[in-house]
């Protein structure tokens, strides 16, 4: 399991691409494919496809 310090930079990484548009962090912060679960189920998304979910969203 990570340490303390790894999930933080992780989730400080993941902030930045979410409220500032930081897309180029998305690659430190997803595998290649990965399973999301969500309302609709489970699927596989490829990194590239979650980078552009990632974007700013206003009022988040």
């Known amino acids: 399991m ?3 310090t790894v999930l933080r930079n992780l989730f400080d990484r993941r902030e930045r691409v979410r409220r500032e548009g930081a ?3 998305v690659e430190a912060c997803v595998v ?3 399973v999301r679960h969500d309302g609709t189920g489970d699927r596989t998304v490829a990194r590239g496809v979650h ?3 990632c974007l700013p969203r206003p009022g988040l």
């Open 23 to 25: 897309v180029d962090l």
């Open 51 to 53: 980078g552009s979910n």
């Open 32 to 34: 290649p494919h990965h």
């Open 2 to 4: 990570p340490n303390a």
